[in-house]
């Protein structure tokens, strides 16, 4: 038996791992527009950020209330130029409006969390001499502080922005979440039908069938920020791929959509900036090639990603069926519905080597491995329970580095290795997975959750064995998460979340029999956390 | 001669009557734009059979505060283009009153008729933010004050009376009172 090779890599893994498990995703909830049609959070949200179907169709209308929106407006919006302008276009500038206040919401988060006892077996992964990072029993941490402005600037252009300012209260680790305009229901200009064709643009959250950015969790969807990573253990057969995109990410592009998130059809297609590599824009420039903001693709490539979904209204009566909400006998509430989507993401992950060309000149190798995610997902909901779910298949070329006499170079490619001259395919990186949740609204301030994440990466196991990744046990990586959540004040959230985690491991043996790495003695680091959350 | 002077003993008699048997409530109650009514031992017949109607729009209750006799019917309007709900989860804290009138579209009424006294909470169960008032009073003796809290109500009949002041977010006040002519009763509520 030998001990796994300890590495600072391993440390960082964890350490990763436990804040992408414990920490939630970005979400929000538009205390903006709570003040300026003063009206409660809750016309738009059940349990804030979740959107009801109310709140979906003041979404998909750009921020506004479906019909008749200036009647419900209490602050009503600056005029940047009299609607009479029209007529005087193109010798005036067309008429808009802002918001008559400042649409800012604020949000803040905090966390308790009490970890298990294993949570001090990853002391033996840090090297001799170095002292592992104290994970405590308990601990009070603070969360972010995020600044969030929406609203619609006349003649259906929405807007929104997104940013946090603090994150781990460090002020450093904060950014740009989504910011983008919205030309919303384009489509009138083509003469086509109403709310069949908008427009986004900028940077936002991918059209997912459902929300990583503004879920109701503390903890977001494991399969939304799986990556693909190829194995590079040398002990398996290697693969040459590192696509660090993951479907959380917010993408830069343009999107194309149309129909409703409440009933009936809804696509959307966006055509987005490649960054499979990880690259970050801001320091991705050029002395030689100027950009007034750096470069965020790093590939000519576009990805495309795209979905399409019906929701089936249940109710009979065809005037409640085809109604943003349906008329229930105690007054109007979700639909009952059944959901059905699936969704497409194409890209082309470039990565770019240092070797040479058959001749033996120095070159720059480009291997681009075209990619997809494929999945569908299905929302039903009945009453005061929503049971919803995803499936996601992920698939990566895999282009092996050659040498000059066509044998596959060890990865990962270094000076110590041959130098590569070509590439050849190989057996594809691929994996699973996807989650179940089901919400249940005991009182309109009450809400029960039960959750199973899985994802099946093959890849995974085995970079962790490698001591590249953090450590998994198993192929596949089950996690178990009921919670409850509890609304003090419409926009006041006590959140509770238990994660039954995957089984890990810090023991890597040889299998005696196979000769290959294995890793025994599993055990959970489980985590029970409990947030505060308020948006004003 | 004799049926003339007959007549003018007569209706001079009813209004020596009306004198003397009926007179007015006036007050002030603290803060203004409340509500005073008066309960009375002995039955008092419904004297209105026409609707009332309150109406939602603007995602807000019109009027906010309504004051009604005992057996009136308020016609509930949708004035919005979204929907809305009405329900009162009590009659002056009789959880046993609870009553939800249902959803219906924008134009559209649904009636219902008040045979129980008291103050109803009007709710909208989709936008938590909405309230409104109907103050059912158990007689036709009621007033809603001015913006400085005065009030009066006139031809009340002589006798025995309690007189309730009720504003938004206060304790009702009650009071006994003998109405004798004109009375006053005035209210500080908490």
Known sequence: ?536 | MKTKYVLLVSVLALVTAQMSFAGSLKGKVAPGKSVVYLESAAPVPVTTDKPVTMDQKGLSFQPHVMVIQLGTTVEFLNSDKVQHNVFWPSISGDKKKTHNMGTWPQGQKKAFKFNDPGVVTLLCNVHPEMAGYIIVSPTPYFAETDANGAYSIANVPDGQYTVNAWHEGKKISSKKITVTGDTSADFTLQ
């Open chain 1, 1 to 536: 038996m030998r001990t796994n090779s300890i590495s600072n890599r391993y440390r960082l893994g964890c350490i990763c791992l436990l804040f992408f498990l414990v920490f939630p995703s970005v979400s929000h909830a538009i205390p903006a527009f709570a003040r300026q049609y003063q009206t409660s959070c809750a016309t738009c949200h059940s349990d804030f950020p979740k959107l009801n179907d109310f709140g979906k169709a003041f979404k998909d209308a750009g921020f506004k209330f479906p019909t008749d929106d200036e009647g419900f407006l209490k602050v009503p919006p600056v005029l940047l130029g009299a609607p009479a302008q029209k007529d005087l276009f193109p010798k005036a500038i067309w008429p808009g409006t802002i918001p008559g206040m400042p649409p800012i919401g604020l949000r803040m988060n905090t966390f308790f969390q009490k970890t298990s006892g294993n949570r001090g077996k990853f002391d033996a992964l840090v090297p001799p001499g170095t002292v592992a990072p104290f994970i405590p029993k308990t601990d009070f941490s603070t969360g972010l502080f995020s600044i969030f402005t929406a609203g619609n600037f006349g003649s259906d252009i929405a807007f929104w922005v997104d940013s946090d300012f603090n994150v781990g209260g460090d002020n450093t680790a904060g950014g740009l979440g989504d910011g983008y305009l919205k030309f919303v229901n384009i489509g009138r200009l083509l003469k086509m039908k109403k709310d069949s064709l908008s427009l986004r643009v900028g940077r936002f959250e991918l059209d997912l069938p459902f929300s990583q950015a503004r879920n109701i969790n503390i903890s977001g969807y494991d399969i939304f920020d799986q990556a693909n990573l190829g194995n590079i253990n040398p002990a398996f057969t290697q693969k040459n791929v590192n696509n660090q995109l993951t479907m959380a990410d917010a993408m830069n592009g343009i999107e194309f959509s149309g129909g409703h998130q409440y009933g009936g059809y809804h696509y959307s297609i966006a055509f987005i900036d490649q960054n499979t590599s990880g690259l970050n824009q801001a320091s991705n420039n050029s002395d030689f090639v100027p950009s007034p903001a750096g470069f965020a693709s790093d590939s000519n490539f576009k990805d495309i990603y795209a979905r399409v979904s019906y929701r089936f209204n249940l109710e009979r009566d065809p005037a409640s069926r085809n109604a943003v909400q349906a008329a229930g006998a105690s007054g109007p509430r979700d639909h009952t519905y059944i959901n059905l989507g699936s969704y497409y993401f194409y890209g082309r992950s470039v990565q770019r080597f240092s070797g040479e060309t058959l001749l033996g000149d120095p070159a720059v190798l480009t291997v681009r491995e075209p990619f997809y995610r494929a999945g569908g997902d299905f929302s039903v909901n009945y009453r005061a329970l929503n049971v919803y779910g995803l499936f996601m298949y992920g698939h990566d070329v895999n282009q092996l580095p050659i040498d000059s006499t066509g044998t596959p170079v060890p990865l990962p490619l270094d000076p110590a290795t041959p130098t590569a001259t070509g590439f050849l395919h190989g057996q594809p990186a691929t994996f699973t997975g996807g989650f179940v949740q089901a919400d249940y609204l005991i009182h309109p301030w009450l809400m029960a959750i039960m959750r199973w994440d899985a994802v099946n990466s093959g890849e995974d196991k085995l970079n962790s064995l490698a001591g590249a990744a953090p450590l998994t046990f198993h192929t596949t990586r089950n996690r178990f998460t009921p919670g409850i959540q509890f609304l003090i004040h419409a926009n006041i959230k006590a959140s509770f979340e238990y994660q039954f985690r995957p089984q890990q491991s810090v023991t890597i043996i040889t299998n005696p029999i196979t000769g290959l790495p294995s890793s025994i003695e599993p055990f959970r680091t489980n985590t029970a956390v409990v947030a505060l959350e308020w948006v004003y």
